[in-house]
């Protein structure tokens, strides 16, 4: 358990680059053992997350080694396709090697994963796309146990737009004969960076990005090199802070047009935002009007992940702002909290009501989830007085160094 201990009142000014994303590089890393071969992955952030993932890599044999954001994979020695449950038990991502391993080892045994409690999360899509390739699969007492006596290349449509069945879907189809063609595909950027690292491996995949993604054929490398994309969420997180703390920030290496539903809604709140191919500057004087209804949806809608931040910059905005959570049924942990900061929030089922407030007074408070605990931290600069959010490790799983970037943009954050 960590304390982040907030004083809030202060502008957020400077200029800082943006870690690798958090939802890009897990499933990477995944894909690294489809194929014998040596992977050198840059811009990896020195998360939780990562650190779990790179467990699980070395219990089915890789050879990992981390230097900075440098993580080199020698996944030549995968000699197991099981991966230990209290690995597994770490990460909701972890479901993405019930793919790799199949498609690596012809079977896989997980048990089912873990990661932020936002509600049900099933798995019946990831399942769903590896039996259409020709997988046999058992579940009994919470674990999951695929087969194949050989993968078949066929036409796949999803139910929903998933994310990670997309993703599993992509890595089972490189071991599959012939060609597999999955429509009403995610069209997260992240998968397209999954694209780009798999046709470096050697795979012939297309599509990423758009409803319908094709993997036709694999011709493995022995060795490639890949740069992790930016964290979109991560840059939506510093936008909100300095939207709501006010002050003047740009952000450096990333791709703004992947998050432009965010900066869109900060616009129409009042800040000023600039944006190039590869930065976005926005100054704020912390004096926000509540902007039109908030819907979150799948890519390219507005995300679900940067649902909470962008709560905590409209706890002090002058209107009403309504949310619909449209993702997962247990998102809205943030508002007890937030009440407790003095702000006026409401729920009802999947809709949440934000009367913006004078003002916000820091207090104790604690985080339920990654998410929430960012825009705890959000809200508490925003406050008056100081803050203590206790957190039970949940930032870290997404953010590498929270804490410093905000005091190295002018905030007083500390963690004791």
């Known amino acids: 358990m960590s304390i982040w201990n907030v004083k809030g009142g202060n502008t957020l000014g400077g200029s800082l680059a943006v870690q690798g ?4 590089v ?8 489809l194929t014998g071969c040596e992977t050198e992955l840059l811009n990896v952030p020195q998360l939780s997350d990562v650190q779990a993932t790179i467990r699980i890599l070395r219990s089915v044999g890789c050879t990992v080694t981390v230097d900075g ?7 030549t020695g995968v000699c197991r396709s099981e991966v230990p449950d209290e690995l597994m038990h770490q990460l909701r991502s972890s479901i993405i090697f019930l793919g790799a391993l199949l498609a690596r ?7 089912m994963p873990g990661g932020c409690a936002l509600g049900r999360r099933p798995v019946d899509q990831h399942l769903k796309v590896l039996r259409a390739l020709g997988a046999e699969i058992e579940e009994t007492d919470g674990h999951i146990l695929c087969r194949s006596r050989g993968l078949r290349g066929t036409r796949i449509e999803l139910d929903m737009p998933s994310v990670g069945a997309t993703e599993n879907a992509m890595l089972a189809a490189c071991a599959a004969e012939g060609t597999t063609v999955l429509t009403n595909a995610a069209r997260e950027p992240e998968i397209a960076d999954l694209q780009e690292y798999l046709r470096r491996l050697g795979a012939n995949v297309s599509g990423a990005g758009t409803g319908t993604v ?3 054929g694999f011709d493995p490398q022995p060795r490639v090199g890949h740069r992790i994309m930016p964290d979109r969420i991560v840059a939506s997180t510093l936008l909100c802070a300095a939207a709501a703390a006010g002050g003047d920030l740009e952000l450096r290496g990333l791709a703004p047009r992947t998050f432009s539903s965010v900066t869109a809604v900060l616009s129409e709140m009042g800040c000023q935002l600039r944006t190039t191919r590869r930065s976005v500057r926005i100054l704020s004087d912390g004096r926000l009007r509540a902007p039109g209804p908030i819907a979150t949806g799948p890519y390219p809608g507005f995300p679900t992940d940067a649902q909470p931040l962008l709560m905590a910059a409209c706890l002090r905005a002058r209107g009403t702002t309504l949310f619909v959570e449209n993702m997962f049924e247990n998102r809205y942990g943030q508002v007890s909290e937030f009440v407790r900061l003095g702000a006026d929030v409401r729920t009802v089922g ?3 009501v934000v009367n913006g407030v004078e003002r916000l007074t820091g207090a104790e408070v604690s985080a339920t989830d990654l998410r929430a605990g960012a825009a705890l931290v959000t809200a508490a600069l925003a406050a008056e007085g100081e803050s203590r959010i206790h957190d039970a490790g949940h930032i870290d799983r997404g953010y590498f160094d929270l804490d410093g970037s905000l005091r190295y943009l002018g905030a007083e954050v500390f963690r004791s």
């Open 69 to 75: 954001d440098v993580v080199g994979i020698d996944s």
């Open 26 to 33: 897990l499933p990477i890393m995944a894909a690294s053992i």
């Open 21 to 24: 994303a958090k939802n890009a």
């Open 105 to 111: 080892c012809g079977e896989a045994r997980l048990s």
């Open 214 to 216: 094709t993997v036709a």
């Open 350 to 352: 999947k809709l949440a």
